[in-house]
């Protein structure tokens, strides 16, 4: 079991590559007026009447940012493989955090070793974090995503994501899940 997580860890992990021109370049804007840039991906021979799965990919820290293109350097490999594709059609959005917020509401200290991370459960879902889960729900909203088979991946700060506020607020919205998270939590 061990050196099949560390397989799949690995995998995850060692992908780098820039999906340009294969997932498409967009931004939701919240009713707010912030905007979060993502990347998606549509099954081959997409067809707007099907329903499809969704996976939310939440990645980490140092792919934050406004270029709508760091947040692509880990885990596209596995969404781009045409095998992949034809096994397991679904809509994969690759949202990417501003560089000055995270995936969910936490202080942290860098001061102390280890690094302390503070999650603050009573405050609002981060706008960040809020627009991701209300794109998800747009794709619901518009019948082209399976309201039963909507999935969340997290890297690191993106595993903070999925694991400490996403499912504290929403746990019957996005069910299965998949999270990497260094450091102590």
Known sequence: M???????ALLFLSVQIFAQGVFEKKSYVNEAGQSLSYQILYPANYNPSTKYPVVL??????????DNVAQMKYGTQVFLNPENQAKFPAIVIFPQCPKDSYWSSVKIDRTQ???????DYSQNINWPLQSAID???SFVKSKVADKKRLYIMG???GGMGTRWKLFQEIPKCL???SQF???RI
């Open 2 to 8: 061990k050196k099949l997580f560390i397989a799949f």
């Open 57 to 66: 990919v939440l990645h980490g820290a140092g792919e934050r940012g406004d």
């Open 113 to 119: 070793k280890p690094t302390s991370f503070v999650f």
């Open 135 to 137: 794109l998800v729900k």
């Open 155 to 157: 890297l690191s700060m």
């Open 175 to 177: 069910l299965p899940r």
């Open 181 to 183: 998270v260094e450091g």
